[in-house]
């Protein structure tokens, strides 16, 4: 079982508003990632990080931004949210690139 | 870019059936292939990967097999259960790339 943790689980806000989504583990993995999937397709990564102070944005352009302060901490923050960004965020940590990711339950994101 | 689809967004199988799940990909320096299994309202979970010096692996109910010649990656599940209802991706790294790529999913519904 993954040590992998992701809150909010849901969340509705309004347009405009800041959130952050949380992604903690307890598994001491350097490589942490987050995606974006809407339900039924594909998982696009927007972020990723291979260790602390290390961030790098992924393939799918995305408004967010997030930080890596400690290695077991990998925040996605939206200044202000908008209906587009509406989705599932999943985030995910491995040992190795090559190697098994191990994901969150997700973070599911409305914004109305 | 690295490109991994599948060839059918739905399959439904009998209960006791085997099922065969297939997935495309288009760069043939990918190295290393992994699938996963999403059930609803949760993150994606590891099954079993491959690496591109092997053509077939076995796992439990599961094997999957590469044909690298057409670059073609399938997922067979032996004596498919109600509980092996999920989205399965199939997802790809090249050595070096530094992530995970994913296809557009499979949909299996099992049927009683």
């Known amino acids: 079982e993954a040590d992998i943790y992701q809150t909010p689980r849901y969340l509705v806000i309004g347009t405009g508003k800041k959130i952050t989504l949380e992604c903690s583990q307890t598994m001491g993995h350097d490589k942490m990632y987050w995606y974006q999937q809407d339900p039924g397709m594909e998982l696009h990564l927007i972020h990723y990080?291979?260790?602390?102070?290390?961030?790098e944005k992924g393939d799918l352009s995305s408004e967010s931004t997030v930080s890596r302060i400690r290695t077991e901490h990998f925040p996605l923050t939206l200044e202000s949210a908008r209906p587009s960004h509406t989705s599932q965020y999943l985030c995910a940590s491995s040992v190795m690139v090559t190697g098994e990711l191990f994901f969150g339950e997700g973070s599911r994101l409305t914004v109305l | 870019g690295e490109n991994v689809g599948l060839h059918l967004p739905t399959l439904s199988v009998q209960e006791g059936d085997n099922s065969i799940i297939n997935c495309a990909y288009s760069n043939s320096a990918s190295d290393y292939f992994i699938w996963y299994k999403q059930e609803s309202g949760k993150g994606p979970q590891f099954i079993i990967d491959i690496r591109s010096n092997m053509d077939k692996r076995q796992g439990q109910r599961v094997t999957v097999l590469l044909n690298k010649t057409v670059k073609h990656l399938s997922l067979q599940i032996a004596a498919t259960q109600p509980g092996d209802s999920a989205v399965y991706f199939c997802a790809e790294t090249l050595q070096g790339a530094q992530k995970l790529v994913f296809g557009q999913g499979t949909r299996l519904t099992i049927n009683p």
């Open positions: 990080s291979y260790g602390v102070n290390s961030t």
